[in-house]
T-cell receptor, first 114, second 112 residues
């Protein structure tokens, strides 16, 4: 356990569904990240939030909508996804106050879009 | 823009032997941090080792050590006395502030 939790761990959804992924950390970290990991592109950065402000949006399609209500919680809202969006979605957090701190990763949500 | 390159998509090593995974990066910054992460099959990504760019001494964590060549922008990971539990995907990462860049990873197989 790294202290970063993600729910659900597995999700199957149709292309017309709306669902949300949740990430939570109580490590006192100020920055949180969403990554997409698939076989074709191993680790793609999607979004970065630092002190609840979005600092990075890596040209992610609008069918993915992030939300960061506070520094401990991060959501990824999904709607009208495509089968190619099936992947492992990883959340990570970090304290940027000390430079050598590493990211702590959650276990991921395995998403399958039918 | 910063980039991180891992040129070996897959590698294999005999159990108890030593293996070196390569990583190169590109940056114009002088102050940054480098990491190696391990992602075992169906398990969480965890940190293996870290290196501060301002330190000349190579980091070591038990069987894991790095060869950090700042001028060459190279950051390789050496695993000594390889064990079956070392089988995983290994990612090299560069960090400056909240910007973190990962390489594409190297899948390491341990042969019994």
């Amino acid at each position: 356990e790294t202290g970063v939790t993600q729910t659900p761990r597995h999700l199957v959804m149709g292309m017309t569904n709306k669902k949300s992924l949740k990430c939570e950390q109580h490590l006192g970290h100020n920055a949180m990240y969403w990554y997409k990991q698939s076989a074709k592109k191993p680790l793609e950065l999607m979004f970065v939030y630092n002190f609840k402000e979005q600092t990075e949006n890596n040209s992610v399609p609008s069918r993915f909508s992030p939300e960061c209500p506070n520094s401990s919680h991060l959501f990824l809202h999904l709607h009208t996804l495509q089968p190619e969006d099936s992947a492992l979605y990883l959340c990570a957090s970090i304290s940027t106050g000390t430079g050598n701190n590493e990211q702590f990763f959650g276990p991921g949500t395995r998403l399958t879009v039918l | 823009a910063q980039t991180v390159t891992q040129s070996q998509p897959e590698m294999s090593v005999q159990e108890a032997e030593t293996v070196t995974l390569s990583c190169t990066y590109d940056t114009s910054e002088s102050d940054y941090y480098l990491f190696w992460y391990k992602q075992p099959p169906s398990r969480q990504m965890i940190l293996v080792i870290r290196q501060e760019a301002y330190k000349q001494q190579n980091a070591t964590e038990n069987r894991f050590s790095v060869n950090f060549q700042k001028a060459a922008k190279s950051f390789s990971l050496k695993i000594s006395d390889s064990q079956l539990g070392d089988a995983a995907m290994y990612f090299c990462a560069y960090r400056r502030d909240d910007k973190i860049i990962f390489g594409k990873g190297t899948r390491l197989h341990i042969l019994p």
